[in-house]
Nanobody
Framework: QVHLVASGGGLVQAGGSLRLSCTGS????????MGWFRQAPGKDHEFVSG????????RYADSVKGRLTISRDDAKNMVYLQMDKLRPEDTAVYYC??????????????WGQGTLVTVSS
């Protein structure tokens, strides 16, 4: 059973930055495309970003393009989401999940431990 844990969230002012981390047990993340999702208060989960193995394989929701950057360190079994120029509408609980392919926007895993990002205006 795969258990994914996201961390690194917090309270930040609009325009600020955060770096989220994802690690997992039960599966080597290096064997999978990986993605980030979020759930804002009162809303459904939505796709944020995904990554395969090729350089430049990062894909992003239109709402975060140019502000968020996904990366991975397979040696450390970690996936990251660098969040810059944060906006109040980025406020959400962020989750990571394996993806079927780098182009997929559907999570393979049940939601694990998320991390709360709160952006104040």
């Amino acid at each position: 059973q795969v258990h994914l844990v996201a961390s690194g969230g917090g309270l930040v002012q609009a325009g600020g930055s955060l770096r989220l981390s994802c690690t997992g047990s039960g599966s080597r993340l290096s064997e999978w495309s990986m993605g980030w999702f979020r759930q804002a208060p009162g809303k459904d989960h939505e796709f944020v970003s995904g990554i395969g193995w090729s350089p430049g394989s990062g894909r992003y929701a239109d709402s975060v393009k140019g502000r968020l950057t996904i990366s991975r360190d397979d040696a450390k079994n970690m996936v990251y989401l660098q969040m810059d120029k944060l906006r109040p509408e980025d406020t959400a609980v962020y989750y990571c999940s394996r993806l079927q392919t780098a182009y997929s926007q559907t999570p393979l895993d049940a939601w694990g431990q998320g991390t709360l990002v709160t952006v104040s205006s």
